[in-house]
């Protein structure tokens, strides 16, 4: 129970190590430690909280900016009682001990901690959630990544185009679609749309089942009078035919559905929320 809490920790989270502050229930700071991230040094810092406190995890409160990671999992699976805030709340906490703006990290978890002491009711406890949530929490968050890299890859590709093949670009507003993808891949460059057959377009469009363009209309619009390319750059349409179109339909291809779990047991919230974000993305998408 929160009633029960004798103890009060704040860590300063970061990518490689973390920075813990110790304190009791009259404000005395009985130490700091910082642990390298990975299992062992988590494994270390809730070793030294008990070892230090001699306490039960319950009895111990750990105040931390973020909600969630591997940190906030350690300590929720060992029973400890954890507590997120928001850091521009934080900031306004860290005012109280110093006015000066530089960066501290022992400063930042003993603010953390005493903040907790004083102020309970302006953290959230954190509590596990149900394994089917932080899987779909997860698999969102991968989800939500992959489709800005995609949308990273397919400006590089428009811009490529624009700077060597902008007729192809009209083809679509969606360079990253597979169909576009295929075409260009089968003529990546104007001297390619100059000897590639109708045939060979069609093939592509009857495959992806475009129907709003034909091959002809689409061979119309490659062929129309290409860029001026300087001498010094003349080889650059080969290299970018070369590699590029294989680099970036590899990669366009494999952001663009990327697999879920099923849902089955997760609550009709959850359910809704993948829904949608699931519309979200392919609304960008398009």
Known sequence: ????????????????????????????????????????GLTELRDWLLQKTGAAPGQIAVAIEMPHGPVVEMLLEHGFAVFAINP????????????AGAKDDSRDAHVLGDSLRTDRKAFRKLATDNPAVIEL????????????????????????????YPQMAELTDDVGDAWFLALWHKVPTPAAAAKVTEKAVARILKDHRIRRLDAATVLLTLR????????????????????????CIWSISRLRRPATPSTASAPSSVRRTRRARRGRAMSSAT
């Not at 970061?14 to 299992?39: C, I, K, P, Y």
């Not at 929490?137 to 060597?164: G, H, K, M, V």
């Open 137 to 164: 929490r997860e698999w969102s968050r991968i989800a939500d990544e992959l489709q800005q890299e995609r949308t990273r890859l397919a400006n590089r590709l428009r811009q490529q185009l624009w700077r060597y």
């Open 224 to 247: 129309k009078t290409a860029l001026f390319v300087a001498p010094a750059r003349r080889r650059l349409p080969a290299c970018i035919s070369a590699v590029l179109p294989r680099a």
């Open 88 to 99: 521009k709340q934080l900031d306004r906490f860290r005012d109280r001990f110093t006015v």
């Open 1 to 40: 129970m929160v009633e029960d809490v004798h103890w009060f920790v704040g860590i300063d989270w970061a990518t490689q190590s973390h920075r813990a502050v110790l304190l009791d229930a009259e404000a005395r700071q009985v130490g700091e430690r910082e642990f390298s991230h990975g299992g062992a």
